[in-house]
């Protein structure tokens, strides 16, 4: 029922949806060791650090525009066959920089894949540009400088992924006054891994349109009066919340009790081939989750379409493919 139903994600971490089969590939180009974080066709980690090491694992293997755009088409012709029609993925150029690419080199191969996925099937893209809260403050300011200097014409949002125990909100509030400064959506990962305090914490110093993730709110009735209230939408991603075993189960998500309290709650699937997700499962999971039916899943869409940082023109012809 929910494969009919037209799609958005608002985040996705393009490095994080390389297929296991597209790394393998890379790795046999540079004649890389993948062992450390592959084993057979899945990713191998058993908490957030290991993750991020895979994640950084995959990432090196990407090291020219050709590669970026063989990622970003080969991941939106994907979503686009489980009829997403729009998504927005995180792009950090402190990965891109690591793997020898410039900047510049990054979003314009990105930017290759974005074209050519647009062309084939009709998907819309955006890119959201991230600084990595480990790396440091230092690090997410220059990150927010660049995107301040808006240079490509489909970076429409600044945020700030990585281990968010790493340092308080308020060292990184400069960052985000750059990015807010130069026009860009803004969003930021909270009440992920860090309690509700986080998300309060993100509110008062960031000040953000949305939040990824944010679930962990949900422990402070407060403060999800409070999300609800301002209009705060949160990029929420059920398969990554239950892979890093934040709930047991998808009845014990704070998905549903969000949406229910009036918080703007959105679908995404984060890094997919780690949490074995994608767009189309996270909204199967929902609908089976809590019985929501195609309207109430197109409703959900519609949120993330609503939210989505992309010019007025773009979003009324999306709204339009709702009706
Ligand atoms: N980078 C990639 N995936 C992430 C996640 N789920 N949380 C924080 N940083 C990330
Ligand atoms: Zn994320």
Not at 45 to 62: C, R
Not at 123 to 149: D, F, Q, W, Y
Not at 225 to 233: K, L, P, T
Request: glycine share 10%.
């Amino acid at each position: 029922m929910s494969g009919a139903v037209r799609k958005a994600e608002l985040h996705c971490h393009i490095e994080g949806a390389a297929s296991p089969a597209l790394v393998r590939t890379q790795a046999r180009k540079y004649g890389a060791d993948v062992s450390g974080f592959l084993a057979g066709d899945a990713y191998v980690w058993s908490d957030f650090t290991e993750f991020l090491v895979a994640y950084d694992g995959a990432a090196a293997l990407f090291r020219t525009p050709e590669d970026y755009a063989l990622l970003a088409q080969s991941y939106l012709e994907g979503i686009a066959a489980e009829n997403a029609i729009y998504a927005e993925i995180f792009v950090s150029p402190d990965h891109a920089a690591a793997a020898g690419l410039s900047p510049e080199s990054y979003f314009e191969g990105l930017a290759r894949g974005i074209e050519a996925a647009r062309a084939s099937t009709g998907i819309e893209c955006r890119m959201i540009l991230v600084g990595i809260r480990h790396l440091g403050a230092e690090k997410v300011e220059a990150a927010a400088r660049l995107a301040a200097t808006r240079p490509h014409a489909l970076i429409t949002g600044f945020g700030m992924a990585g281990e968010e125990r790493f340092g308080r909100v308020a060292d990184f509030a400069r960052a985000f006054d750059i990015a807010r400064d130069a026009g860009l959506g803004i969003t930021i990962h909270a009440g992920e891994l860090a309690g509700a305090e986080s998300v309060r914490d993100a509110l008062d110093h960031v000040r953000p349109a949305r939040i990824g993730h944010g679930v962990r709110a949900s422990e402070d009735a407060g403060l999800v009066s409070r999300i609800a209230d301002e209009g705060v939408v949160l990029e929420v991603c059920p398969g990554s919340n239950l892979a890093l075993r934040l709930y047991p189960d998808i009845l014990s998500h704070p998905f549903d009790r969000l949406r229910r309290a009036g918080v703007k709650v959105t679908l995404s699937s984060d890094d997919p081939p780690h949490f074995a997700s994608s767009i189309g499962h996270e909204y199967r999971m929902a609908a089976e989750a809590w019985g929501y039916d195609a309207a109430e899943l197109t409703r959900i869409t519609r949120t993330s379409i609503e939210a989505a940082f992309v010019d007025e023109p773009t979003r009324a012809i999306l709204l339009g493919q709702l009706d």
